[in-house]
């Protein structure tokens, strides 16, 4: 969602089915951990809330990453940065 603030806001939620309470906070720090990454690259003014699904346990940070470049750019919230 848009939102009148100048930062990025980032909610994470992980259900019941992702798993037992250690499998739900494994793939919310995942969550949160890739998502630090992109904080700059984010158009400001912008409400996430990222929702764990039931493989994100197993996944490694580099597949989380992947995944939520994917996602950014499907929801048009990445900044394009060009490199000299």
Do not use: C, Y
Request: proline share 4%.
């Amino acid at each position: 969602m848009k939102s009148d603030l100048v930062g990025v806001r980032v909610g994470v939620s992980a259900g019941l089915a992702v798993g037992n309470a250690v499998k739900r906070n494994r793939a919310k720090r995942l969550l949160r951990a890739a998502m630090s990454g992109f904080l700059g690259q984010t158009s400001p003014g912008s409400d996430l809330l990222l929702i764990a699904r039931s493989p994100l346990p197993e996944a490694d940070l580099l597949q989380t990453r992947a995944a939520l470049t994917i996602l950014l750019k499907r929801a048009g919230l990445l900044i394009q940065t060009h490199d000299a």
